[in-house]
């Protein structure tokens, strides 16, 4: 059996590199060498308190995995090895992969809501992912990667495509006027939904410096400094006119409660962020406003990671975000670095290194 190089996650603070057999491919799926996989705020949270959500401890009802498990759901690469020709696919593709495989026949998935999956399972959180030479993906999952974009930038397809999600889910209507919290990377491909999607004016609340200077690059329209005089920042911009819609990407406590505040009556607001403690709001002001509250989780790989392609290949944004590429033996110090908050943009890994 060959032998690959991965990175494997057993408990918090304890990710090690490992040698483990090369995946072998079940029927539908095919084999990738990976070449860029990233980590992300899912990754340092359960490196730091976890496990959470990791099907370390005790066995995951769908995948069946139990015990140390590879990382990485944010990959691309090339398919290796036999792929079945009624996939669309052939040896040698360049494919990205979307994060979750879903049934395709249960009630969510016939709706087109395959993030919803009764079966949902994630690789990199429910069964071995990405952070390695190879992974074995089911071809429902993979999206051609268009000729002439580069590796990196394919590299944040996936966080992309759950930012192009989100913009869909806040119900943002054309010329609507949109406040957006938090452009951390989250929220930054949340901007690049609202600015490649729709037609929207988009305001950008966070602490002033770099990540407001990229967001303004990036086309918001407006950027507000997070401190004492926010409040009256945004209401000089937005004026009686209100805010249509506010989308909370930054999962700072309180922040729900300070949009529904500020919503105008009607409005939509939609939680991307998650607070790490449970949150209260003023359920009286959402009834009498007839505010919409709307979530939004992961992504749907047949409407997002297309378009995710397509707008990596035209604009800046992998370049505005992409902080470094490096070997797969610095995971452990890049994922301290994004649990302390030191890490602004996205990391990737180049497992072949
Ligand atoms: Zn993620
Ligand atoms: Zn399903």
Redesign the pocket.
């Known amino acids: 059996m060959e032998k690959m190089k991965a990175a494997v996650y057993h408990a918090a603070g304890d990710v090690r590199i490992e040698e483990r057999d090369v995946p072998t491919p079940v029927a539908g799926e095919a084999l990738i060498k990976v070449l860029r996989s990233g980590m ?3 990754d340092a949270s359960e490196y730091k308190s976890g496990p959470k959500i990791f099907a370390t401890q005790t066995q995951h009802p769908v995948s069946g995995h139990h015990g140390p498990m590879i990382l990485g ?2 990959f691309i690469g090339e398919i290796v090895g036999d792929v079945d020709a009624a996939s669309g696919f052939v040896t040698g593709d360049m494919v990205a992969s979307g ?1 979750g495989i879903s049934c395709g026949t249960c009630k969510r998935c016939t709706e087109m809501r395959t993030n919803l999956c009764e079966k949902y399972v994630t690789l990199g959180l429910n069964r071995d992912g990405g952070m390695a030479e190879y992974v074995a993906v089911p071809t429902s999952t993979l999206v051609k990667i268009p000729a002439g974009l580069s590796l990196d930038a394919a590299g944040i397809a996936q ?1 992309l495509a ?1 930012g192009l999600h989100a913009a869909r889910r806040a119900g943002v209507r054309d010329g609507d006027r949109v406040l957006l919290i938090g452009a951390g990377a989250i929220g930054t491909f949340v901007l690049a939904g609202l600015k490649n999607l729709l037609a929207a004016e988009v305001t950008v609340l966070d602490f002033g410096g770099s990540r407001l200077e990229r967001a303004a690059r990036l086309g918001a329209d407006h950027t507000v400094e997070v401190g004492e005089n926010a409040e009256a920042d945004i209401k000089k911009i937005f004026g009686d006119a209100g805010i249509d819609v506010i989308i909370e990407a930054s999962g700072a406590p309180g922040q729900l409660q300070f949009a529904v505040g500020l919503v105008k009556r009607g409005g939509n607001i939609l939680q991307v962020g998650l607070p790490s403690t449970k949150q209260e709001v003023d359920v009286h002001k959402i009834v009498m406003s007839e505010i919409n509250i709307q979530t939004t989780l992961a992504h749907v790989c047949d409407q997002d990671l297309g378009p995710a392609l397509e707008i990596l290949g035209s604009t800046t944004l992998a370049t505005e975000l992409i902080e470094g590429v490096y070997p797969l033996s610095e995971i452990s110090t890049q994922l301290e670095l994004l649990g302390a908050g030191k890490i602004q943009g996205k990391v990737l890994f180049d497992p072949s290194r």
């Open positions: 992300c705020g899912t759901h944010e994060a966080p759950v």
